[in-house]
Protein backbone atom coordinates (compact mmCIF):
# COMPACT_ATOMS: atom_id res chain seq x y z
CA UNK A 1 0.00 0.00 0.00
CA UNK A 2 2.45 2.17 0.92
CA UNK A 3 4.40 1.84 -2.30
CA UNK A 4 1.19 2.43 -4.51
CA UNK A 5 0.78 5.74 -2.65
CA UNK A 6 4.53 6.61 -3.24
CA UNK A 7 4.05 5.93 -6.50
CA UNK A 8 0.61 8.14 -7.08
CA UNK A 9 2.22 10.92 -5.34
CA UNK A 10 5.58 10.43 -7.36
CA UNK A 11 3.21 11.09 -10.57
CA UNK A 12 1.53 13.59 -8.95
CA UNK A 13 4.82 15.59 -8.14
CA UNK A 14 5.68 15.40 -11.83
CA UNK A 15 2.65 16.39 -13.25
CA UNK A 16 2.48 19.24 -11.34
CA UNK A 17 6.03 20.54 -10.84
CA UNK A 18 8.57 18.33 -13.94
CA UNK A 19 5.94 18.28 -16.97
CA UNK A 20 4.61 21.68 -17.01
CA UNK A 21 8.43 23.40 -16.71
CA UNK A 22 9.81 20.29 -19.51
CA UNK A 23 7.07 21.39 -21.95
CA UNK A 24 8.10 24.86 -21.30
CA UNK A 25 11.52 24.22 -21.75
CA UNK A 26 11.01 22.51 -25.10
CA UNK A 27 8.67 25.17 -26.70
CA UNK A 28 10.01 26.95 -29.16
CA UNK A 29 10.86 30.31 -28.28
CA UNK A 30 10.29 33.61 -29.88
CA UNK A 31 12.94 35.70 -32.18
CA UNK A 32 12.64 39.28 -32.68
CA UNK A 33 14.77 41.29 -34.36
CA UNK A 34 14.66 44.56 -32.95
CA UNK A 35 14.95 47.76 -33.97
CA UNK A 36 16.40 50.97 -32.21
CA UNK A 37 19.43 53.71 -32.54
CA UNK A 38 22.74 52.57 -31.98
CA UNK A 39 26.09 54.51 -30.39
CA UNK A 40 27.43 55.03 -33.65
CA UNK A 41 24.47 57.15 -34.78
CA UNK A 42 24.04 60.12 -32.40
CA UNK A 43 26.67 62.86 -31.71
CA UNK A 44 27.29 63.78 -27.89
CA UNK A 45 29.42 65.50 -26.00
CA UNK A 46 31.23 63.62 -22.95
CA UNK A 47 30.75 65.72 -19.70
CA UNK A 48 31.54 65.28 -16.06
CA UNK A 49 29.90 66.61 -12.81
CA UNK A 50 30.71 66.56 -9.29
CA UNK A 51 27.92 65.16 -6.68
CA UNK A 52 28.31 67.15 -3.76
CA UNK A 53 26.11 65.07 -1.46
CA UNK A 54 27.81 62.18 -2.06
CA UNK A 55 31.41 63.16 -2.85
CA UNK A 56 31.59 61.51 -6.10
CA UNK A 57 32.95 62.43 -10.01
CA UNK A 58 29.88 61.43 -12.50
CA UNK A 59 30.18 61.46 -16.45
CA UNK A 60 27.61 60.76 -18.68
CA UNK A 61 26.69 61.86 -22.23
CA UNK A 62 25.28 64.79 -23.09
CA UNK A 63 23.00 65.83 -26.64
CA UNK A 64 22.09 69.10 -27.75
CA UNK A 65 19.89 70.46 -30.61
CA UNK A 66 20.98 72.89 -33.01
CA UNK A 67 19.63 76.18 -32.47
CA UNK A 68 20.16 78.73 -29.57
CA UNK A 69 17.20 77.38 -27.46
CA UNK A 70 16.10 77.96 -25.25
CA UNK A 71 15.16 74.89 -24.47
CA UNK A 72 13.33 71.91 -22.02
CA UNK A 73 16.00 69.72 -21.05
CA UNK A 74 15.89 66.09 -19.20
CA UNK A 75 18.12 63.96 -17.45
CA UNK A 76 17.56 59.77 -17.52
CA UNK A 77 17.54 58.27 -14.26
CA UNK A 78 18.95 54.20 -14.68
CA UNK A 79 17.38 51.04 -13.49
CA UNK A 80 18.23 48.48 -11.47
CA UNK A 81 21.66 47.64 -13.16
CA UNK A 82 24.60 49.01 -14.14
CA UNK A 83 23.96 51.10 -17.21
CA UNK A 84 25.78 50.79 -20.66
CA UNK A 85 25.89 53.66 -23.15
CA UNK A 86 25.02 51.46 -26.14
CA UNK A 87 21.69 50.80 -24.31
CA UNK A 88 19.30 50.94 -27.48
CA UNK A 89 16.13 51.73 -25.74
CA UNK A 90 17.61 54.70 -24.05
CA UNK A 91 19.29 55.78 -27.04
CA UNK A 92 16.02 55.62 -29.32
CA UNK A 93 14.34 57.63 -26.34
CA UNK A 94 17.06 60.45 -26.60
CA UNK A 95 17.86 60.93 -30.00
CA UNK A 96 13.94 61.46 -30.37
CA UNK A 97 13.66 64.09 -28.02
CA UNK A 98 17.01 65.38 -29.48
CA UNK A 99 15.56 65.44 -32.78
CA UNK A 100 12.35 67.61 -31.10
CA UNK A 101 14.36 70.33 -29.71
CA UNK A 102 15.18 68.94 -26.30
CA UNK A 103 18.62 68.91 -24.67
CA UNK A 104 19.24 65.13 -23.02
CA UNK A 105 21.69 64.33 -20.76
CA UNK A 106 22.11 60.60 -20.14
CA UNK A 107 24.87 60.42 -17.00
CA UNK A 108 26.62 57.27 -16.58
CA UNK A 109 25.33 55.11 -13.40
CA UNK A 110 27.58 54.82 -10.38
CA UNK A 111 29.86 52.71 -11.06
CA UNK A 112 29.26 52.21 -14.37
CA UNK A 113 31.21 53.93 -17.75
CA UNK A 114 32.95 57.08 -16.31
CA UNK A 115 30.98 57.26 -12.75
CA UNK A 116 32.76 57.02 -9.70
CA UNK A 117 30.69 55.28 -6.87
CA UNK A 118 29.25 51.36 -6.18
CA UNK A 119 25.40 51.68 -7.53
CA UNK A 120 24.99 48.42 -5.44
CA UNK A 121 25.81 49.42 -2.38
CA UNK A 122 24.50 52.89 -2.54
CA UNK A 123 19.93 53.63 -1.42
CA UNK A 124 17.99 55.19 -3.38
CA UNK A 125 18.28 58.64 -1.77
CA UNK A 126 21.95 58.41 -2.50
CA UNK A 127 20.99 57.66 -6.04
CA UNK A 128 18.56 60.66 -6.46
CA UNK A 129 21.48 63.05 -5.66
CA UNK A 130 23.17 61.82 -8.83
CA UNK A 131 20.36 62.72 -10.44
CA UNK A 132 19.92 66.06 -8.73
CA UNK A 133 23.95 66.70 -9.43
CA UNK A 134 22.69 66.56 -12.90
CA UNK A 135 20.63 68.86 -12.64
CA UNK A 136 22.59 71.25 -11.17
CA UNK A 137 25.19 70.88 -14.05
CA UNK A 138 22.73 71.64 -16.84
CA UNK A 139 21.79 74.73 -14.74
CA UNK A 140 24.72 75.95 -14.35
CA UNK A 141 26.40 75.42 -17.57
CA UNK A 142 26.47 79.17 -18.98
CA UNK A 143 26.50 77.74 -23.02
CA UNK A 144 22.92 76.46 -22.69
CA UNK A 145 19.65 78.23 -22.55
CA UNK A 146 17.67 76.08 -20.49
CA UNK A 147 13.69 76.75 -20.25
CA UNK A 148 12.91 73.84 -18.04
CA UNK A 149 14.50 70.65 -17.03
CA UNK A 150 12.94 67.27 -16.07
CA UNK A 151 13.56 63.49 -14.69
CA UNK A 152 13.05 60.58 -17.64
CA UNK A 153 13.28 57.22 -15.19
CA UNK A 154 13.20 53.83 -16.80
CA UNK A 155 12.34 51.15 -14.49
CA UNK A 156 14.08 51.66 -10.62
CA UNK A 157 14.80 55.06 -12.26
CA UNK A 158 10.85 55.63 -13.02
CA UNK A 159 10.55 54.03 -9.29
CA UNK A 160 12.59 56.48 -7.25
CA UNK A 161 11.68 59.04 -9.80
CA UNK A 162 9.51 61.32 -7.56
CA UNK A 163 11.60 60.74 -4.62
CA UNK A 164 14.04 62.42 -7.29
CA UNK A 165 11.98 65.71 -7.36
CA UNK A 166 11.62 66.04 -4.02
CA UNK A 167 15.24 66.26 -3.71
CA UNK A 168 15.93 69.48 -5.76
CA UNK A 169 13.50 72.92 -6.21
CA UNK A 170 14.61 73.15 -10.01
CA UNK A 171 13.20 69.62 -11.17
CA UNK A 172 9.77 70.75 -13.38
CA UNK A 173 8.95 67.61 -14.20
CA UNK A 174 9.13 64.05 -13.90
CA UNK A 175 8.59 61.15 -16.69
CA UNK A 176 8.16 57.53 -14.82
CA UNK A 177 8.87 55.14 -17.44
CA UNK A 178 7.89 51.27 -16.58
CA UNK A 179 8.97 52.34 -12.31
CA UNK A 180 6.04 50.69 -10.30
CA UNK A 181 4.54 52.59 -7.80
CA UNK A 182 4.03 49.84 -5.08
CA UNK A 183 6.62 49.00 -2.09
CA UNK A 184 10.20 47.81 -3.66
CA UNK A 185 9.62 44.10 -1.99
CA UNK A 186 6.01 44.05 -3.85
CA UNK A 187 7.81 43.97 -7.18
CA UNK A 188 10.17 42.08 -6.76
CA UNK A 189 7.78 39.27 -5.70
CA UNK A 190 5.54 40.15 -8.48
CA UNK A 191 8.61 39.69 -10.62
CA UNK A 192 9.55 36.66 -9.70
CA UNK A 193 6.26 34.80 -9.90
CA UNK A 194 6.17 35.57 -13.65
CA UNK A 195 9.61 34.90 -13.59
CA UNK A 196 8.43 30.95 -12.16
CA UNK A 197 5.42 31.03 -14.39
CA UNK A 198 7.99 31.75 -17.66
CA UNK A 199 9.99 28.87 -16.96
CA UNK A 200 6.92 26.84 -16.91
CA UNK A 201 5.57 26.28 -13.18
CA UNK A 202 1.75 26.52 -12.95
CA UNK A 203 0.62 29.55 -11.83
CA UNK A 204 -0.24 28.30 -8.09
CA UNK A 205 2.97 26.71 -7.59
CA UNK A 206 5.15 29.62 -8.88
CA UNK A 207 3.33 31.81 -6.33
CA UNK A 208 3.66 29.94 -3.62
CA UNK A 209 7.81 29.49 -4.91
CA UNK A 210 8.30 33.20 -5.17
CA UNK A 211 7.49 33.60 -1.53
CA UNK A 212 11.44 31.61 -0.35
CA UNK A 213 12.69 32.47 -3.68
CA UNK A 214 12.12 36.50 -3.09
CA UNK A 215 13.81 36.02 0.22
CA UNK A 216 16.18 34.13 -0.97
CA UNK A 217 17.20 36.91 -3.46
CA UNK A 218 16.94 39.48 -0.31
CA UNK A 219 19.12 38.03 2.32
CA UNK A 220 21.67 35.76 0.71
CA UNK A 221 22.20 36.22 -3.03
CA UNK A 222 21.52 39.90 -3.46
CA UNK A 223 21.57 41.07 0.54
CA UNK A 224 24.16 43.88 0.33
CA UNK A 225 22.15 45.63 -2.86
CA UNK A 226 18.44 44.90 -0.85
CA UNK A 227 20.25 46.18 2.45
CA UNK A 228 20.76 49.24 0.64
CA UNK A 229 17.27 50.17 -0.98
CA UNK A 230 15.24 48.97 2.14
CA UNK A 231 11.65 48.64 1.91
CA UNK A 232 11.42 51.36 -0.59
CA UNK A 233 7.88 52.39 -0.69
CA UNK A 234 7.47 55.20 -3.43
CA UNK A 235 3.77 56.17 -2.91
CA UNK A 236 4.26 58.79 -0.30
CA UNK A 237 6.67 60.68 -2.77
CA UNK A 238 3.67 60.43 -5.04
CA UNK A 239 1.62 61.81 -2.76
CA UNK A 240 3.10 64.84 -2.42
CA UNK A 241 4.35 65.73 -5.74
CA UNK A 242 4.18 69.50 -6.70
CA UNK A 243 5.00 69.04 -10.42
CA UNK A 244 3.42 67.31 -13.76
CA UNK A 245 4.06 63.67 -14.24
CA UNK A 246 3.67 61.31 -16.90
CA UNK A 247 3.83 57.61 -15.76
CA UNK A 248 3.55 55.29 -18.74
CA UNK A 249 3.42 50.76 -18.39
CA UNK A 250 3.45 47.84 -20.32
CA UNK A 251 0.11 45.86 -19.57
CA UNK A 252 2.23 42.77 -20.78
CA UNK A 253 5.33 43.36 -18.03
CA UNK A 254 6.49 40.62 -16.28
CA UNK A 255 8.35 43.22 -13.73
CA UNK A 256 6.01 45.57 -12.50
CA UNK A 257 2.64 45.36 -11.57
CA UNK A 258 1.40 47.70 -14.46
CA UNK A 259 -2.60 47.65 -13.30
CA UNK A 260 -1.70 47.56 -9.57
CA UNK A 261 0.48 50.56 -9.88
CA UNK A 262 -1.26 52.49 -12.32
CA UNK A 263 -4.83 51.73 -9.16
CA UNK A 264 -2.81 53.02 -6.13
CA UNK A 265 -1.76 56.45 -8.52
CA UNK A 266 -5.16 56.50 -9.87
CA UNK A 267 -6.36 56.09 -6.21
CA UNK A 268 -4.19 59.31 -4.85
CA UNK A 269 -6.37 61.97 -6.89
CA UNK A 270 -3.02 64.16 -7.41
CA UNK A 271 -3.87 65.89 -10.60
CA UNK A 272 -0.01 66.32 -11.12
CA UNK A 273 -0.09 62.53 -12.29
CA UNK A 274 -1.05 61.21 -15.27
CA UNK A 275 -0.85 57.55 -16.35
CA UNK A 276 -1.36 55.88 -19.32
CA UNK A 277 -1.27 51.70 -19.87
CA UNK A 278 -0.30 50.34 -22.84
CA UNK A 279 -1.70 46.67 -24.24
CA UNK A 280 0.43 44.66 -25.92
CA UNK A 281 3.79 45.95 -24.47
CA UNK A 282 6.11 44.87 -21.96
CA UNK A 283 8.56 46.63 -19.76
CA UNK A 284 10.26 48.33 -22.36
CA UNK A 285 7.08 49.67 -23.77
CA UNK A 286 8.46 48.05 -27.07
CA UNK A 287 6.26 47.83 -30.48
CA UNK A 288 3.61 44.84 -29.85
CA UNK A 289 4.00 41.38 -31.42
CA UNK A 290 2.60 41.92 -35.20
CA UNK A 291 3.04 45.53 -35.42
CA UNK A 292 6.95 45.75 -35.66
CA UNK A 293 10.09 45.78 -34.22
CA UNK A 294 10.84 49.35 -32.19
CA UNK A 295 12.54 48.70 -29.28
CA UNK A 296 10.09 51.70 -28.18
CA UNK A 297 6.83 51.82 -29.72
CA UNK A 298 6.24 55.17 -31.37
CA UNK A 299 3.34 55.89 -29.36
CA UNK A 300 5.72 55.76 -26.61
CA UNK A 301 7.78 58.16 -27.66
CA UNK A 302 5.33 60.78 -29.16
CA UNK A 303 3.74 60.75 -25.67
CA UNK A 304 7.05 61.83 -23.84
CA UNK A 305 7.85 64.08 -26.49
CA UNK A 306 4.39 65.89 -26.07
CA UNK A 307 4.29 66.06 -22.15
CA UNK A 308 7.62 67.77 -22.05
CA UNK A 309 6.55 70.25 -24.97
CA UNK A 310 3.39 71.07 -22.67
CA UNK A 311 4.99 71.10 -19.42
Known amino acids: MNKTIGAILAVIFLLILVVPVLAAQLRPTESRDWEGVSLDEVTYEEVQFFNETEQIRLAGMLFVPEGSGPFPAVVFAHGS ?98 GASVPIQETLLYEEKQNLRQIGFLPVVADLLAYPSAWSIREVRQKTFWDAIGDFDPLPYWQELDVPALVLFGLEDTNVPALESEARLQALNNENITVKVYEGSGHNLETPLGQGNLVVRQEVLDDILNFIMSN
Open 81 to 178: APSFRGNRIILTEAKHLLDNGIVVLVPDKRGAGGSEGDWETASFEALGTDAVAAVDYLLARDDLSISRVGIIGASQGGHISPLIASQSDEIDFIVNLS
